[in-house]
C-alpha cells in the first residue's frame, strides 16, 4: 500500500513549457485534491475530484487543468509555464462522504519556472 | 471564506521542554487535521480531530469545535519535532476540501 505517489519530485520548466504532474493513489479513495504551497505559507487549493469523471476549481485554479478518468490518477496540467507557478504541489486524496474524511498526502512535486 | 490562524508564529524550544500550539478558526467546521512538514518538506498527518482529545506518544491534540479552537500539545520536545505544524479544517458541504492554517514553524536545540 504505497498510499499517494506523486511524480516527479522535481522539475524546472523554462516559460511557456508544459507539463503533467501525475498522481495516483491505491487506497481506492473517492476524493482527489491538487494543492500548492509558496515558500513560507500554507496551502492553496487549485482543483479536487469528487470522483471519476467529476472535477472542480479551488482557490487558485487559474493555469492549470486537471482530469479524472480512473479512480486511482488524477493529473495536473500547466499548459503554459509562468514563474508565478514556481511552487511546491502536494496531491492528496481521501474517502470523502460523512464517515471519514481524513487526508492523505503525496510527497510533493518541486517546481521551478525560469 | 473560513480563516484559521495559527499561533506562535514561531517557536524555539530546547530540547526536553513541552509546547502548545493553537489553532483557531473563524466558523463551524466538520473536521479538523493536524500536520507536521518536516525539513525535507513531507507532510506527515499527526492528527484527525472533528472533536474530542487525541494522545499519540508524546503528542496530545484537543479540539473545542463549539469554541472554533483546536491545540497541540508537545511534552518532552525532539530535535525530530523541528519543522512546520499545519492545522488545517473542512468545513460542512465543501466535498471534504481542507483550508490550511499558515503555521507554526517549530525549532527545537539540544
Known amino acids: 500500500n504505497a498510499g499517494v505517489t506523486q511524480t516527479p519530485k522535481f522539475r524546472i520548466l523554462k516559460i511557456g513549457q508544459s507539463m503533467t504532474l501525475q498522481c495516483t493513489q491505491d487506497m481506492n479513495h473517492n476524493y482527489m485534491y491538487w494543492y500548492r504551497q509558496d515558500p513560507g505559507m500554507g496551502l492553496k487549493l487549485i482543483y479536487y475530484?469528487?470522483?471519476?469523471?467529476?472535477?472542480d476549481k479551488g482557490e487558485v485554479p487559474n493555469g492549470y487543468n486537471v482530469s479524472r478518468s480512473t479512480t486511482e490518477d488524477f493529473p495536473l496540467r500547466l499548459e503554459l509555464a509562468a514563474p508565478s507557478q514556481t511552487s511546491v504541489y502536494f496531491c492528496?486524496?481521501?474517502?470523502?462522504?460523512?464517515?471519514?474524511?481524513?487526508?492523505?498526502f503525496g510527497q510533493g512535486t518541486r517546481l521551478t519556472v525560469v | 471564506g473560513i480563516q484559521v490562524e495559527q499561533s506562535p508564529p514561531d517557536l524555539i524550544l530546547q530540547e526536553g521542554a513541552n509546547s502548545t500550539l493553537r489553532c483557531n478558526f473563524s466558523?463551524?467546521?466538520?473536521?479538523l487535521q493536524w500536520f507536521h512538514q518536516n525539513p525535507w518538506g513531507q507532510l506527515i498527518n499527526l492528527f484527525y480531530?472533528?472533536?474530542g482529545t487525541k494522545q499519540n506518544g508524546r503528542l496530545s491534540a484537543t479540539t473545542v469545535a463549539t469554541e472554533r479552537y483546536s491545540s497541540l500539545y508537545i511534552s518532552s520536545s525532539q530535535t525530530t519535532d523541528s519543522g512546520v505544524y499545519f492545522c488545517a479544517v473542512e468545513r460542512p458541504g465543501t466535498a471534504s476540501k481542507l483550508t490550511f492554517g499558515t503555521g507554526t514553524r517549530l525549532q527545537v536545540t539540544l
Open positions: 492528496a486524496s481521501s474517502y470523502g462522504g460523512k464517515l471519514n474524511t481524513e487526508a492523505f
Open positions: 466558523d463551524s467546521v466538520n473536521n
Open positions: 480531530i472533528p472533536s
Open positions: 475530484s469528487v470522483g471519476a469523471g467529476i472535477t
